[in-house]
């Protein structure tokens, strides 16, 4: 399962970088310019207003229910993106930090029955805006879940330690996609 979410994870990255090298347009005199330079990438020193999301999830988690539990796990989660810092932390740059709060219900099947687990995490987001449509951030949070885990604790603590990218459709969606632990998280998030 790490080998899959290293191959995504550079498969993600290769597939954004001739957006993020040259587009058209122009410096003067009609030429390229980077990406990175343009409205809205990584070298935009704009001040910018930065909209809630709230987002929805397709997820594979690690550990639960694979291994000696057998079985195959999946879940499903709803996240909400607070922008703290608008303009991020670095001037030279185009970031922000933000909160993220939500739940992820992961269904277990395995050879003893269903089991079903809640998470229930507050994250901390740095985004760092590559081109107007690319973006790419860590998420670092902590949490509760509810069920039995496998020290059959009805209630325990949650770590979230994730990469993450979105592609940006339009203003209102985006597609997003998190690697790392506690999984693989596949998702549509929605502008407010």
Do not use: C
Request: hydrophobic share 40%; net charge negative; no cysteine.
């Amino acid at each position: 399962m790490r080998r899959v979410s290293q191959l995504v994870a550079l498969s993600l990255v290769l597939s954004a970088l001739p957006a993020m090298a040259q587009d058209e347009g122009g410096e003067e005199g009609g030429g390229r310019r980077s990406a990175f330079k343009s409205p809205g990438g990584l070298l935009d020193r704009s001040e910018h207003t930065r909209p809630m999301e709230i987002a929805f999830f397709l997820n594979i988690p690690y550990g639960y229910g694979w291994g000696y539990y057998g079985g195959f796990p999946f879940g499903v989660g709803a996240r909400f993106y607070y922008p703290l810092v608008a303009d991020g932390f670095i001037s030279a740059i185009n970031d922000e930090f933000g909160l993220e709060g939500g739940a992820d219900f992961t269904f277990r099947f395995g050879y003893y029955g269903f089991y079903p687990l809640l998470d229930i995490p507050v994250a901390a987001v740095w985004r760092f805006h590559l081109t107007d449509k690319w973006t790419v951030y860590p998420k670092v949070g902590i949490g509760i879940g509810i069920g039995y885990n496998y020290y059959n604790s009805p209630v325990y603590f949650v770590f979230e330690g994730l990469a993450g990218a979105i592609y940006k459709i339009n203003e209102t969606m985006s597609l997003r996609l998190e690697l790392g632990y506690p999984g693989v998280r596949a998702g549509l998030a929605i502008a407010l």
